[in-house]
């Protein structure tokens, strides 16, 4: 059945020690964060989002980057095997959470690693980027996983970003949006919009054909809005700085069954 639930996890007290790959490190105020994210999860509300709050797991600077730890397809959720270590023990809270809310429970198991962040769905077909965070056997075990419940799986490389929805996410149309510089090959997604930022790229569809987007990209929210999409704008600076993007402070739960 259709749901509107989505999961959140609020920051620890450890999160400015986070790991920081591809940008400099900066300094985390970790009160601003704190406000950040309730601001974000407040805009969820918002519009009509039941969040749910993973159990905190404050030994864990990244935890409130849930998105990493499970992938939901279906009423089915692939708890993941985060590809940096740090992040393993992550996963223990996030698949308590899934399993009370009745969905199934499957997972990556080694060798295999995958992070959320690596997996865009659009419709059925699934995108998985194979890159730092994500494996071949990652991948080969979401294709195992998912493409007996009907999902197309596309494997697509990712080298220059995080994760592939560092570099893409998509419109509700399913309009592939990304920062040509963060993205290895465009031509691999079927309709493409080149944005003019690299967070312009991260955007969390809310329903209602509006998109929750961070602040920090202005002119793509006004390319979007001259398109006649909704933009709600959030500030999340402080997670940025860790390479944190809207899309991974959120997992939604569209179709549960309970
Ligand atoms: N899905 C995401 O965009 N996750 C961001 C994770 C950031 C975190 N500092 C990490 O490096 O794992």
Redesign the pocket.
Known sequence: MPSKKALVRRPGPRLAE????HIEREKVDVDRAVEQWEAYVEALRAHDWETIEVEPADDC??SV?V??TVVMYRNVALITR?G?ES?RKETPGVEEAVASLGCSVNWIWEPGTL????VLKIADTIYVGRGG?TNTAGVQQVRAAFEPLGARVVAVPVSKV??L??AVTALPDGTVLGHIPSVDRPSLFPGFLSVPEQSGAHVVLLGGGKLLMADSAPKTAELLTDLGHEVVAVDIGE?EK????V??LSVRLRELYA
């Not at 986070?18 to 790959?21: I, R």
């Not at 992070?115 to 690596?118: E, F, L, V, Y």
């Not at 860790?242 to 993007?245: I, K, N, R």
């Open positions: 986070g790991l920081v790959t600077p990244d980057f998105e990493d985060p940096a992040r992070d959320g962040g690596d965070r995080l994760h929805k560092s997670f860790l390479e944190g993007c899309t991974c």
